[in-house]
């Protein structure tokens, strides 16, 4: 009997699996950060529009305010380059 092997670049390239790399990345950041926690080591992350540095004990420190630049896309529209 063989075993089908699954390689990362697969699954991420493959709309199919989507949702088992979400689940797996959830399961493994809930994890990361769990485990911080327990070595009293605070975790950093990005919470809306601000970078949140939270502590062992769940004290939030807000570090800095990302503005959201980014471009709004609409499903089917052309992007024209700009001229040189």
Known sequence: ?????KYLS??????KHHK???KVAKKSSRKAVK???????????????????ED???KKTILKELKNNRRKVVKGEKAKLPKK
């Open 10 to 15: 697969y699954i991420e390239e493959t709309k």
């Open 20 to 22: 088992l790399l979400d």
């Open 56 to 58: 062992s004990k769940g």
């Open 1 to 5: 009997m063989t075993k089908k092997v």
């Open 35 to 53: 485990k911080s926690h327990q070595k009293s080591v605070p975790v950093t992350y990005l919470e809306g529009e601000h970078i949140v540095k």
